[in-house]
């Protein structure tokens, strides 16, 4: 976790990633990268019909400017340096005057180790959704997905949501630098809500060896959907962070069905670290 992106824009989460992403390059003395994001140009703020979360929005020429001005004043008040060479140690850099547009994160974020982004919301205040969607399906690399208010830790206290999935045994091998670190790691299955795979004792077997000590559960969900159980025992046992991957499905039967990365995108209040 050496190398962390930050797409800037103006919504209300803004604080909240810069506060989580300054926690993770604290922990990993990590390069933080910002860029001023925008939507594609002549767009305005709609809201997906189905998942009721806003996609696109409008332009705001000023908003380069605003975005680095932001960005950068969040470094100085917090004593981060401006980066001046390699190999990469607590730091930030700025190096583009322009604005890209999201399609760029999916691109540029090949080249880092993580891109930190906001929870996207119904609001056209929010966080919208195609970063994080360029992000996760373009880039190759992981995401820490930040909701409205930041932590004050990030990655002491892990739930993984473990589905026995491809996409999830990914994602758990990008978190190992996170779990290593990590106090407590809980490997949580919710009957119904798997795919055919590793039990969750498997999965901890393979921690385990790893160096990371992991306790497997396994839970019914009774009348609540995968992803509320999910968040409900991350907040009974108090997690910081959440490693879950993305659409084991795919997105369009998400939509119209619902799904656990659906309902943790729309409601999730602690760190989501998730890859695809």
Known sequence: MKTILIPTEDHDAMPAVLDSALLIARAFDSYMEGFAVRPALGTYVTVEPVSSLAISGAYDGDAPAQARSQFESFMKTHGVPRADGEPATLSYGWPMAEAADDLFIGSYGRTFDLIVLGRPGRAPENPRMP????????????VLIVPPIAPKSIGRNVLIAWNRSTEQAVTNAYALPLLRKAESVTILTVEGG???GPSGE???RHL???????????LKPGA?????????HAATLGCDLLVKCAYTQSRLRQMIFGGATRHILTNAMLPVFMAH
């Open 131 to 142: 970063p994080l969607e360029a992000a996760l399906f373009e880039s190759g690399r992981p």
């Open 194 to 196: 798997t795919t055919s």
């Open 202 to 204: 498997q999965a901890a």
């Open 208 to 218: 385990a060896r790893n160096g990371i000590k992991a306790d497997a559960l396994t």
């Open 224 to 232: 609540r959907s995968t992803g509320e159980v999910i968040l409900d």
